[in-house]
């Protein structure tokens, strides 16, 4: 399984970026596909996930009401939508799979590649 991740940039407070994570070919319904995010110095932390099969989302508390997932199955992608950034959002952006969404980050066995997201005046 390989996963493209796309859409970062540098932003100012405010403002949206939307994120988009592709899997082609991947078509495990039983598996979600999430989002990390890891700032420097800091820990990785999930952000948010989407269950492929049945499309139930899950959210991080500090991006709930503002970030919304979503997924294309006829495209394989999963979409990150961010509205209001803040400066404490800025870090770099993974997205990874290898199970449900329950599964923890260490767990994973597939993860794409960062995108950066910078949110700053």
């Known amino acids: 399984v390989q996963l493209q991740a796309s859409g970062g940039g540098l932003v100012q407070p405010g403002g949206s970026l939307r994120l988009s994570c592709a899997a082609p070919g991947f078509t495990l319904d039983y598996y979600g596909i999430g989002w990390f995010r890891q700032a420097p110095g800091k820990e990785r932390e999930g952000v948010s996930c989407?269950?492929?099969?049945?499309?139930?989302?899950y959210y991080v508390d500090s991006v709930k009401g503002r970030f919304t997932i979503s997924r294309d199955n006829a495209k394989n992608t999963v979409y990150l939508q961010m509205n209001n950034l803040r400066p404490e959002d800025t870090a770099a952006y993974y997205c990874?799979?290898?199970?449900?969404?329950?599964?923890?980050?260490?767990?994973?066995?597939?993860w794409g590649q960062g995108t950066q997201v910078t949110v700053s005046s």
């Open positions: 989407i269950s492929l099969g049945d499309g139930t989302t």
């Open positions: 990874a799979t290898g199970g449900p969404c329950s599964t923890p980050a260490a767990y994973l066995d597939y």
